[in-house]
């Protein structure tokens, strides 16, 4: 059974930073594309990055260029999103999803199967 698990949400002031974790478990997790997305209250559900199956390729919304990082670890079966300089409008839910989709993939809900449970993401002071 494909599961995927994230972890890292919190609470964080203004300019500061977390990491999130993506576990992947129940298929091979070496051979797909992995997206990170975020839902804020009264909002729709918005890419934020993807990585390619090898992690050479990544794409991240414009929102997020410059201040957040996708990166993963096959030995680990673990994307993780490195956040930086974070700002209020990045409160949301944070969701990763897997996509049987060859990259490159579009960051859209539509190209991605199987998701997370979520993690909640607070920027406030």
């Known amino acids: 059974q494909l599961q995927l698990v994230e972890s890292g949400g919190g609470l964080v002031q203004p300019g500061g930073s977390l990491r999130l974790s993506c576990v992947g478990s129940g298929y091979t997790f070496e051979y797909y594309t992995i997206g990170w997305f975020r839902q804020a209250p009264g909002k729709e559900r918005e890419g934020v990055a993807s990585?390619?199956?090898?992690?050479?390729?990544?794409n991240y919304a414009d929102s997020v260029k410059g201040r957040f990082t996708i990166s993963r670890d096959n030995a680990k079966n673990t994307v993780y999103l490195q956040m930086s300089n974070l700002k209020p409008d990045d409160t949301a839910v944070y969701y990763c999803?897997?996509?049987?989709?060859?990259?490159?993939?579009?960051?859209?809900?539509?190209?991605?199967?199987?998701w997370g449970q979520g993690t909640q993401v607070t920027v406030s002071s």
């Open positions: 990585i390619s199956n090898s992690g050479e390729g990544t």
């Open positions: 999803a897997v996509s049987g989709t060859s990259w490159p993939v579009n960051l859209a809900e539509y190209e991605y199967d199987y």
